[in-house]
């Protein structure tokens, strides 16, 4: 059985005894997309080929979250994805997390930043967890955007092109695999250069000369 189909998030594709594979999620029986896309099957494999720039979200990828809402028992976080990230209350509270002591907005707000990693993908909404080291609220920096399929070009080979911009800005540039980027530089043309830099290779990023590119671009003194 190979069938293809145009499928948005949530929408059943087969129901039976298949495998999920990319951009598929298996509720009960039934086979979903978590992607605007094509769905695939091929003997018992179901995956759907996505058709835009959001992110997929995938096991312990690292990513940059911005809280949207909370609610008694976890925070809601846009992720760049169809689907929200979930931060439990648990994950910063432990254990003995009490809703009717414990204040969730005391620690994350709406529109604060947080680095995370992918905890679970198997519901809809994927669990984060900013359990681990250097993950956890960023307290300042300029928060960007390009397309995830863009971020490998944007840190390089070795982190090679990251380096770079940072070397000659004086930036930190902190890179979440969902494409949302965080820069922060205390000199205010260090982050403009850095940020034009990024755009630069998000815009630019099929060419094969890019990395000269961006270093005659980060040469010069101004923007």
Not at 16 to 36: C, W
Not at 79 to 105: E, M, V
Not at 139 to 160: A, F
């Amino acid at each position: 059985m190979n069938e293809n189909q145009f499928v948005l998030p949530g929408d059943v594709i087969v129901t039976g005894d298949y495998r999920p594979e990319q951009n598929v999620i298996l509720e009960g029986n039934k086979l979903m997309s978590t992607a605007i896309g094509f769905s695939e099957i091929k003997d018992d494999l179901v995956t759907v080929t996505p058709l835009t720039g959001l992110y997929t979200p995938k096991t312990d990828d690292l990513v940059i979250g911005k809280i949207v809402s909370h609610n008694a028992l976890s925070w809601e976080v846009d992720i760049n994805s169809y689907y929200s990230g979930i931060l439990t209350a648990s994950d910063i509270f432990g254990k003995d997390y009490s809703p009717s002591r414990d204040d969730l907005s005391l620690k994350l707000k709406t529109g604060d930043i947080i680095l995370a990693r992918i905890a679970n993908v198997n519901s809809r909404d994927p669990l984060i967890t900013i359990i681990g080291e250097n993950l956890g609220k960023i307290d300042s920096g300029e928060l960007i955007k390009i397309p995830p399929t863009k971020i490998p070009r944007l840190i390089g080979k070795h982190g090679s092109m990251i380096q770079t911009i940072e070397a000659s800005t004086n930036a930190t540039i902190t890179v979440g695999q969902n494409g949302f980027i965080v820069v922060s530089c205390d000199e205010t043309n260090g982050l403009l250069k850095a940020l034009a830099a990024i755009r630069m290779i998000d815009e630019q990023a099929h060419l094969v000369d890019l990395t000269d590119k961006v270093k005659k671009m980060l040469e010069f003194n101004g923007v």
